[in-house]
């Protein structure tokens, strides 16, 4: 077996080099740039996708913080709302013992008027019965 090199070798190695510039330009290049567009579409979504999530946190940070401002003022209008409940409270109670007292002392001179009122009356009339009860004993 021996292998001659003849023009026929030359044909061929220039039909393999002119198929290899027309595969290239046709079929190589375009599917390399269109890898190279879709990567940089890749890129570009993964960019987009981290901007987002960083927005996102900064979002959520945010918005606890804004819970938690909100949250410690309905805690301190709950706290002042229960004091002023606490002081209305204590006022009507306040209230609620004066009228007692007032109506007691009203009460209690009520009494002491209808006590005096009633003694003032049999002793009006003591007399009239000591000189009846005399003139049963005596009789």
């Known amino acids: 077996m021996s292998i001659s090199l003849d023009i026929t070798f ?3 190695l220039v039909n393999f080099l002119v198929s290899l510039l027309i595969i290239n330009a046709l079929i190589i290049k375009p599917i390399r740039k269109n890898m190279a567009q879709r990567q940089a579409i890749i890129d570009a979504d993964k960019k987009e996708t981290n901007d987002f999530a960083s927005k996102i946190e900064a979002q959520q940070v945010l918005y606890d913080e804004r ?3 909100v949250r410690v003022e309905v805690t301190k209008q709950r ?3 229960k004091l002023d409940a606490e002081g209305s409270a204590q ?3 306040q209230q609620a013992n004066d009228k007692a007292r007032v109506l007691r002392q009203e009460s209690t001179q009520k009494i002491q008027g209808e006590s005096q009122e009633a ?4 002793q009006n009339k003591i007399a009239s019965y000591t000189q009846e009860a005399l003139t049963k004993i005596l009789a």
Do not use: C, H, T, V
């Not at 003694?119 to 049999?122: K, Y």
């Open 10 to 12: 030359l044909i061929q």
């Open 67 to 69: 819970l938690r401002a």
């Open 79 to 81: 706290e002042s709302i």
């Open 91 to 93: 006022q009507k109670l």
């Open 119 to 122: 003694m003032s009356i049999l």
